[in-house]
Nanobody, 121 residues
Framework: QVQLVESGGGLVQAGGSLRLSCAAS????????MGWYRQAPGKQRELVAAVRSGGSTNYADSVKGRFTISRDSARNTVDLQMNSLKPEDTAVYYCNVQRYASSVNYYTDYWGQGTQVTVSS
């Protein structure tokens, strides 16, 4: 299993910044991607940003140019720097680690407990 511990959420005014951190432990191997998702009240969970094992990244259109994801493979951490925050960024943010078992072509997702980010207007 993989255990994920998130930190860094909180309350910030619009235009401010926050940095989320996620530390992974346990069976850290065959990692396909690490990333952050978010879920606002009444909405589905959505991808915010992810970084793949080869280093490529992808971002939701709504956060491009404002958020930056970074991964430290040696420390098994993934961070999300969030700048120019908007009220619509308010959500619970979840760390995600995806493992890939090539022998059976199967992906497994692991999730953190979530951290609240609230942006006031």
């Amino acid at each position: 299993q993989v255990q994920l511990v998130e930190s860094g959420g909180g309350l910030v005014q619009a235009g401010g910044s926050l940095r989320l951190s996620c530390a992974a432990s346990g069976r850290i191997f065959s990692i396909n991607a690490m990333g952050w998702y978010r879920q606002a009240p009444g909405k589905q969970r959505e991808l915010v940003a992810a970084v793949r094992s080869g280093g490529s990244t992808n971002y939701a259109d709504s956060v491009k140019g404002r958020f930056t994801i970074s991964r430290d493979s040696a420390r098994n951490t993934v961070d999300l720097q969030m700048n120019s925050l908007k009220p619509e960024d308010t959500a619970v943010y979840y760390c995600n680690v995806q493992r890939y078992a090539s022998s059976v072509n199967y992906y497994t997702d692991y999730w953190g407990q979530g951290t609240q980010v609230t942006v006031s207007s």
